[in-house]
């Protein structure tokens, strides 16, 4: 009989300490799922932030990679110009020595017109 009495005490101390109710479960449980959701939202906020981020990166890719070729065009327009404006400088020195050459030939002749 004692160890009747001594099994059914430790059977009620036993069970009085494994059960948990419903309420108190869920006071437990709120605080943490409501962090969870905030935290969910603020995981959402900086994704979309991040996609954003990297849609202006992407942009700025193409309009650098566009600035790129622009700048390559006009170096290549200006060394044409470069390379025609000294062509074309050497044609007007050309000119120049021929037009120097002309007027010595006229000047001689002027001189050997006068001597006569």
């Not at 108190?24 to 709120?30: A, E, G, L, P, S």
């Not at 044609?91 to 050997?112: C, T, V």
Request: with cysteine; net charge positive.
């Amino acid at each position: 009989m004692k160890k009747a009495v001594v099994l059914s005490l430790m059977v009620m101390l036993l069970s009085s300490f494994g059960c948990a109710s419903r309420d108190y479960v869920r006071q437990q449980i709120d605080p943490l799922v409501d962090r969870i959701s905030r935290l969910e939202s603020r995981v959402d906020a900086l994704e979309s932030r991040m996609k954003s981020v990297e849609a202006k990166s992407a942009e700025a890719a193409a309009a650098a990679a566009d600035a790129k070729s622009m700048a390559q065009e006009a170096m290549r327009l200006c060394k044409e110009c470069s390379d025609k404006a000294d062509a074309a400088a050497r044609r007007a020195e050309a000119a120049a020595d021929r037009a120097e050459a002309a007027y010595e030939k006229a000047k001689k002749a002027f001189e050997l017109q006068q001597k006569k």
